[in-house]
């Protein structure tokens, strides 16, 4: 198995000590930390929006791979890459001009991700594929943390992954929503680069233990 990300979503920390949740981040095996901005209008859910961001970079020593669930992502792509932005994923469906968003998003400098819905086709990606850094699948719908992973994402995975190697580009694919320890193998098997995991993280009773387990799989394989 190839060598993979992990990426604990804040979404499911405990906001009354940032600080502490994120120092965990920090000495923990974690490669990012995923921050859900969520607009009330894309998705039922308010969360957080640039400030905050900006706040977290002066704690984070990880790159920051910031989740946009919003609508017009186009107004705001430099203001989140000056709050310290890594990785910029914006949602297919919140685009109707996705080509131009994309190319926004690499002239700031981040990487530019696109974000699938649980029903958004694949398919959709075919003429774009080359120019995208990071596809996130949803393996739940976007607006809320601890939902039940839906299962029609692995094949959705296969067929990302055949698409990327038959078009040989280095787009990374990154699973979000209801991952973790029971299905993580499963995910990295079908294709998976990078893992989002919220709860299965933050409500672990030792989440940087849950960290390094997760970092851990497949490393045996390469051993044998
Ligand atoms: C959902 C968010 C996810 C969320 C995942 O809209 O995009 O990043 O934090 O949370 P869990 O891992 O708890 O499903
Ligand atoms: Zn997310």
């Known amino acids: 198995m190839r060598h993979h990300f992990i990426a604990p979503s804040l979404l499911a920390a405990d906001f009354t000590k940032l ?11 974690a490669d990012w930390l995923h921050l859900d901005v969520m607009d009330g209008r894309f998705v039922p859910n308010i969360t957080f929006g640039m400030l905050i961001v900006e706040a977290i970079r ?12 919003i ?5 705001y792509v430099e203001r ?33 991700g696109v974000a699938l819905n649980p029903h958004t086709p694949i398919h959709l990606l075919e003429d774009l594929i080359e120019d995208i850094d990071l596809v996130c699948v949803m393996s739940v719908n976007p607006g809320f943390g601890g939902q039940k992973f839906i ?9 990302l992954k055949e698409l990327i190697t038959t078009r040989n580009t280095r787009t990374l694919i990154e699973i979000d929503g209801g991952v973790g320890l029971q299905n993580a193998e499963s995910l990295l098997q079908a294709g998976a680069d990078v893992l989002v995991a919220g ?8 989440p940087k233990a849950t960290i390094r387990q997760m970092k851990e799989i497949g490393k045996l394989e390469i051993l044998v």
């Open 19 to 29: 600080q502490a949740e994120i120092d965990l981040v920090n000495d923990s095996d």
């Open 58 to 69: 002066k704690m984070c020593k990880k790159p920051l791979d910031v989740h946009l669930m």
């Open 71 to 75: 609508v017009e992502p186009e107004k």
């Open 80 to 112: 989140f890459r000056d709050a310290g932005a890594d990785v910029i994923s914006v949602h297919y469906e919140a685009c109707d001009h996705l080509h131009r968003v994309v190319h926004q998003i690499k002239a700031t400098g981040a990487k530019a």
């Open 151 to 159: 299962y029609q994402t692995i094949p959705k995975i296969r067929k």
């Open 199 to 206: 709860n299965s993280v933050f409500s672990a009773s030792d």
